[in-house]
């Protein structure tokens, strides 16, 4: 894997001012993630996006996907990469390993870079990726997250003069990503989440409402149980009834309706 600075790139970059200000006017809106591919499709040639927050080394919050070659690409990838491979990513070594990353640095690999064949099959292979140009940076509260740029196997790796192109897009992505986590991030507070919820699925019993605010955090099933002071066979039971009631399979596009509502 490839890790770049951000403070190496030449800041001479042009203004990039149509894809700038379509992400901008997404900016707290459902439609966020979908901006963010057309904004960089752009720039560069790229088939996929996803955004990820990580509270710890132990625990990702998924904040969106979209693919250009189909949306059940982008979601076989984030499914399988949230719940089994993340802690497999190079990126979280990045981000927390030998102090952390303090900053903001981009990273680049290949498929062939990925750590293990269950994480290449999984989130590469059949989500047909060929490469990853990720952003890595902290939100002011100094939460890590990324936010990735992926070119497809029927285009290829991107070429270098495409990776460069982008990567004077990221500065911008940057700072509008942390705005639009500035409106975005009371769904990280419990007590938030509970109440947006509540705003958001009217249909939801008080538990099922509970266990869904705990999905939109992020927080497994036994952080649920510890926080709700119950057990965790009763949070997956209650969150199997919100999942069905609201139509949905899992935290992936629980999020998804959330974030749409």
Not at 87 to 106: A, K, L, Q, S, Y
Not at 221 to 241: C, F, N, Y
Request: net charge neutral.
């Amino acid at each position: 894997m490839q890790l770049i600075k951000s403070d190496a790139m030449d800041h001479g970059a042009p203004a990039y001012s149509d894809a700038v200000c379509g992400l901008i006017g997404a900016v707290g809106r459902g439609g966020f993630i979908g901006q963010l591919l057309e904004s960089s499709q752009a720039v560069a040639p790229i088939d996929f996006v996803s955004m990820f927050l990580y509270p710890s080394k132990e625990r990702v919050v998924f904040l969106g996907t979209a693919s250009g070659l189909g949306q059940r690409f982008a979601n076989t990838a984030a499914d399988h990469y949230q719940s089994h491979y993340y802690r497999e990513d190079p990126n979280i070594g990045v981000m927390f390993d030998d102090g952390g990353c303090d900053g903001t640095v981009f990273t680049y690999l290949t498929r062939d870079d990925i750590p293990t064949a269950s994480y290449r099959t999984w989130c590469y292979d059949r989500a047909q990726i060929a490469d990853r140009l990720s952003l890595v940076s902290r939100t002011e509260q100094g939460m890590p997250f990324s936010v990735s740029f992926y070119s497809g196997r029927p285009r290829g790796t991107l070429p270098e003069v495409n990776r460069q192109a982008l990567m004077g897009f990221l500065p911008y992505v940057r700072a509008i990503s942390l705005r639009h986590l500035e409106l975005w991030s009371g769904t990280l507070d419990l007590v938030t989440a509970r109440a947006r919820v509540t705003q958001r699925f009217p249909e939801l019993s008080p538990r099922e409402t509970d266990v869904a605010a705990g999905v939109v955090a992020g927080l497994t099933a036994q952080e649920m149980a510890d926080w709700l002071g119950i057990a965790p066979t009763s949070v997956i039971t209650h969150r199997k009834r919100a999942y069905e009631r609201l139509g949905v399979a899992n935290q992936r596009e629980m999020v998804q309706a959330f974030y749409s509502s």
